[in-house]
């Protein structure tokens, strides 16, 4: 039986965290609930709400597996395997809040608008298509500027986190004991990890604070999202920030030991997504690991399969139904990646993908 303190101090961290949590909970829910009067229902009228082939969605077992990522990510903390994050040690400013309250509520009132007009190509202009690639080049998710702007990324974890009324942090986590189990025997001042489209920074957060020596490189294709990451990531100095196409990194061959990709593969179109596994094979070292941190596909969740088949309704998704049905064994098997597991977090699926040693 474990001491006395030690008990006292486990039960005190654990309503720490749990009061934290708590407090998210009904901050995100709020604005997911004004949001949706906003925005309206997904589907439009006289639409269908969900296709044959799914059963209607399982409310009890969507509570059941949203409670049970909190659950298992303070089991985590309390095994060790990562750290309390900052987001749930550190009160938040008051000023802070207010602002992104009022942000998050001024640019649903544009992203219902673009909705309702079918608006997701405003990104899709000359000047953008001489930079990027066509497939990047729309509002996701409706939402304003696209991937392209300050204003985009500055507001970009509060619109994830209100979408999973607070989930997207244990979600992403139950990723970090896959990048453990992935360090494991290694040296972390000599490890090197890459994470795909690192967006605004948020992941790569709970990494370094996990393994603050482990030499990290940040790629994303948006400057202003490699900026927010910049800033976010912005108390260790040693993290290598690189603007480029994840199917096209002219990152050195061999180079990682860890490759990570969190939401990025459902916003690629299939052959994209081929070329990106190819170049994943190619960046990691023989035995490294790709740890790959996306939606659930249909199938993984009984009685959920109906809000993946919605979500690209209510969210301009092109490509997210087509990744709900991939064969991702298949998909990184023709690159030479070979299955080392997977774990569930609610609506997410983080898998791993190993490179053979030689």
Same mark, same amino acid.
Not at 17 to 24: F, G, K, L, T
Not at 95 to 101: A, E, I, N, V
């Given at each position: 039986?474990?001491?006395?303190?030690?008990?006292?101090?486990?039960?005190?961290?654990?309503?720490?965290?749990?009061?934290a949590q708590a407090a998210r909970i009904l901050w995100y829910t709020g604005h997911y609930a004004a949001g949706r009067r906003l925005m309206g229902?997904?589907?439009?009228?006289?639409?269908?709400?969900?296709?044959?082939?799914?059963?209607?969605?399982?409310?009890?077992?969507?509570?059941?597996?949203?409670?049970?990522?909190?659950?298992?990510?303070?089991?985590?903390?309390?095994?060790?395997?990562?750290?309390?994050?900052?987001?749930?040690?550190?009160?938040?400013?008051?000023?802070?809040?207010?602002?992104?309250?009022?942000?998050?509520?001024?640019?649903?009132?544009?992203?219902?608008?673009?909705?309702?007009?079918?608006?997701?190509?405003?990104?899709?202009?000359?000047?953008?298509?001489?930079?990027?690639?066509?497939?990047?080049?729309?509002?996701?998710?409706?939402?304003?500027?696209?991937?392209?702007?300050?204003?985009?990324?500055?507001?970009?974890?509060?619109?994830?986190?209100?979408?999973?009324?607070?989930?997207?942090?244990?979600?992403?986590?139950?990723?970090?004991?896959?990048?453990?189990?992935?360090?494991?025997?290694?040296?972390?001042?000599?490890?090197?990890?890459?994470?795909?489209?690192?967006?605004?920074?948020?992941?790569?957060?709970?990494?370094? $604070?996990?393994?603050?020596?482990?030499? @990290? =490189? %940040?790629?994303? #294709?948006?400057?202003?999202?490699?900026? /927010?990451? !910049?800033?976010?990531?912005?108390?260790?100095?040693?993290?290598?920030?690189?603007?480029?196409?994840?199917?096209?990194?002219?990152? $050195?061959?061999?180079?990682?030991?860890? @490759? =990570? %990709?969190?939401? #990025?593969?459902?916003?690629?179109?299939? /052959?994209? !997504?081929?070329?990106?596994?190819?170049?994943?094979?190619?960046?990691?070292?023989?035995?490294?690991?790709?740890?790959?941190?996306?939606?659930?596909?249909?199938?993984?969740?009984?009685?959920?399969?109906? #809000?993946?088949?919605?979500?690209?309704?209510?969210?301009?998704?092109?490509?997210?139904?087509?990744?709900?049905?991939?064969?991702?064994?298949?998909?990184?098997?023709?690159?030479?990646?070979?299955?080392?597991?997977?774990?569930?977090?609610?609506?997410?699926?983080?898998?791993?993908?190993?490179?053979?040693?030689?």
């Amino acid at each position: 039986m474990a001491p006395l303190n030690t008990m006292i101090a486990n039960g005190v961290k654990h309503a720490a965290y749990a009061s934290a949590q708590a407090a998210r909970i009904l901050w995100y829910t709020g604005h997911y609930a004004a949001g949706r009067r906003l925005m309206g229902p997904l589907t439009e009228p006289g639409e269908a709400p969900y296709a044959e082939e799914f059963l209607p969605l399982d409310r009890q077992r969507l509570k059941d597996r949203f409670r049970a990522a909190f659950h298992q990510d303070w089991k985590n903390i309390e095994a060790g395997r990562y750290s309390m994050p900052a987001e749930l040690r550190r009160l938040p400013s008051l000023p802070g809040l207010r602002k992104q309250s009022r942000d998050y509520i001024r640019d649903s009132r544009k992203v219902a608008r673009r909705k309702h007009a079918r608006g997701h190509s405003e990104v899709l202009t000359r000047p953008n298509t001489k930079k990027y690639p066509r497939y990047f080049l729309q509002n996701f998710h409706y939402q304003t500027d696209g991937w392209l702007t300050v204003a985009s990324a500055e507001r970009y974890d509060m619109q994830v986190e209100t979408l999973f009324t607070g989930a997207a942090g244990p979600m992403r986590r139950a990723s970090l004991p896959l990048i453990g189990a992935a360090l494991r025997g290694k040296d972390a001042a000599t490890a090197t990890l890459l994470d795909l489209g690192c967006g605004g920074g948020r992941f790569l957060q709970g990494v370094k $604070e996990n393994w603050p020596q482990l030499n @990290v =490189t %940040a790629l994303d #294709l948006s400057p202003a999202y490699l900026g /927010k990451a !910049r800033a976010s990531l912005g108390r260790w100095n040693d993290v290598r920030y690189v603007e480029a196409n994840a199917e096209a990194t002219g990152l $050195e061959s061999g180079s990682y030991d860890v @490759v =990570t %990709a969190v939401y #990025l593969f459902h916003e690629l179109p299939p /052959k994209v !997504r081929l070329a990106v596994a190819a170049e994943i094979a190619r960046l990691l070292k023989p035995g490294g690991a790709l740890i790959l941190a996306d939606t659930i596909q249909y199938g993984d969740e009984p009685g959920l399969d109906i #809000l993946l088949e919605n979500f690209p309704r209510g969210f301009h998704e092109p490509y997210y139904d087509s990744y709900c049905r991939a064969n991702l064994v298949g998909l990184f098997a023709e690159a030479g990646l070979a299955p080392g597991g997977e774990t569930i977090s609610f609506l997410t699926k983080a898998s791993v993908f190993k490179k053979p040693l030689p």
